[in-house]
């Protein structure tokens, strides 16, 4: 099940001819990767966007705040290293740092071409709100931080803005299209009944929207599963659910009170070691046991078997972390342990 391990992507041949070329080393050196990552063939369509996704979306939310630019620049490396191809980030993560830290990163490394690069925008203290004038704005704030031309898919995030006209909106967004600053358009914050009227503008001739991002997970179960989930499907929206570990609960390092950290943080952690935390934790124990595999990689594969879930969006605090969040998408689940781990978060 450790698809996505030290070595993964070489095949026994490769590995054979590297052997014979190499001098000869210590039996308990460990062996290099030769060759592309095994995550270089797992993609997946992002719902109607066109895009390909690696199906786990490396998030930044942490670069620039908790994670300084040397440790995310490896953070990325290690993602891109087994196989993941999708970034998101948001302008106001750590006040654009965060579009900053990755731009570094993409032009250092001459990834551009390679990686879906998306951005949610509408919560910057510069340019708050989905209005003609600030969307634009903000646009033109991240390509020049993230010092890019185009924006693969654009999050519109509502959370801050809940009363602009839908149509003004799409209508702004219509013309950043034409003008290829931006790709696909997703949403982020937005009621049903909003994406029901953004499908009806759509279907005048307005750009649509085809991505959604719920914060979603075992724990945090409402509200995506109601009439946001009904609306996803019936729309055939690609959903990327953020906080996919719950702010790290759900990777099962934080199980005690006592040793959960100081700060919002922390006390969102201890907030979650109740007797329905603890019940779900003890769930994951299982079927990471009976697998194998990481309590983060079970997560994230319940996420995967959840309908209309596309790629879950993982942030992370540390380069070694990245190992176990990528088995996620190696690991498939039996119906008997989706229901068990469902169950205990009922």
């Known amino acids: 099940m450790r698809l996505f391990?030290?070595?993964?992507?070489?095949?026994?041949?490769?590995?054979?001819?590297?052997?014979e070329q190499a001098p000869a080393e210590h039996p308990s050196a460990p062996i290099p990767i030769v060759g592309p990552g095994v995550g270089e063939t797992v993609r997946m369509p992002l719902g109607?966007?066109?895009?390909?996704?690696?199906p786990l979306m490396l998030g930044a939310a942490e670069f620039g705040w908790n994670v300084d630019l040397e440790t995310s620049h490896g953070i990325l490396d290690r993602?891109?290293?087994?196989g993941g191809n999708a970034i998101h980030t948001a302008d106001g993560f750590s006040g654009g740092r965060s579009?900053?830290?990755?731009?570094?990163?993409?032009?250092?490394?001459?990834?551009r071409e390679r990686a879906i690069l998306s951005v949610r925008?509408?919560?910057?203290?510069?340019?708050?709100?989905?209005?003609?004038?600030?969307?634009?704005?903000?646009?033109?704030?991240?390509?020049?931080?993230?010092g890019v031309e185009r924006i693969d898919v654009l999050y519109l995030d509502a959370t801050l803005d809940s009363t602009?006209?839908?149509?003004?909106?799409?209508?702004?967004?219509?013309?950043?299209?034409?003008?290829?600053?931006?790709?696909?358009?997703?949403?982020?914050?937005?009621?049903?009944?909003?994406?029901?009227e953004a499908r009806i503008l759509a279907s005048a001739g307005y750009p649509r929207i085809e991505v959604i991002d719920a914060p979603y997970n075992l724990l945090r179960r409402q509200p995506f599963e109601g009439d946001l989930r009904l609306v996803a499907g019936a729309q055939n929206l690609a959903v990327?659910?953020?906080?996919?570990?719950?702010?790290?609960?759900?990777?099962?390092?934080?199980?005690?009170?006592?040793?959960?950290?100081?700060?919002?943080?922390?006390?969102?952690?201890?907030?979650?070691?109740?007797?329905?935390?603890?019940?779900?934790?003890?769930?994951?124990?299982?079927v990471a046991a009976d697998l194998a595999v990481p309590v983060a990689a079970v997560s994230i594969a319940w996420l995967l078997a959840q309908r209309t879930v596309a790629?879950?969006?993982?942030?992370?605090?540390?380069?070694?972390?990245?190992?176990?969040?990528?088995?996620?998408?190696?690991?498939?689940?039996?119906?008997?342990q989706v229901a068990d781990l469902t169950r205990a978060g009922n």
């Open 99 to 111: 579009e900053h830290i990755i731009g570094q990163w993409l032009r250092s490394r001459g990834r």
């Open 121 to 146: 925008i509408g919560a910057h203290a510069d340019n708050p709100g989905l209005g003609s004038v600030n969307l634009v704005r903000a646009v033109e704030g991240s390509l020049t931080r993230l």
């Open 311 to 336: 790629a879950p969006i993982v942030n992370t605090f540390a380069t070694d972390h990245v190992d176990e969040l990528m088995q996620g998408a190696g690991v498939t689940l039996s119906r008997t």
């Open 5 to 19: 391990s030290v070595g993964a992507g070489a095949s026994d041949e490769r590995a054979r001819g590297a052997a």
């Open 240 to 286: 990327t659910p953020s906080h996919a570990l719950e702010h790290g609960f759900l990777s099962g390092r934080h199980r005690s009170k006592a040793l959960t950290s100081q700060g919002v943080r922390g006390e969102q952690l201890r907030g979650h070691l109740n007797r329905r935390g603890i019940k779900i934790l003890k769930a994951l124990d299982q």
């Open 164 to 196: 602009t006209n839908v149509e003004d909106t799409l209508a702004t967004v219509e013309w950043l299209k034409d003008a290829g600053k931006i790709g696909a358009v997703g949403a982020f914050g937005f009621a049903p009944e909003r994406l029901v």
């Open 79 to 82: 993602y891109v290293e087994f």
């Open 48 to 54: 109607e966007t066109g895009f390909e996704t690696f």
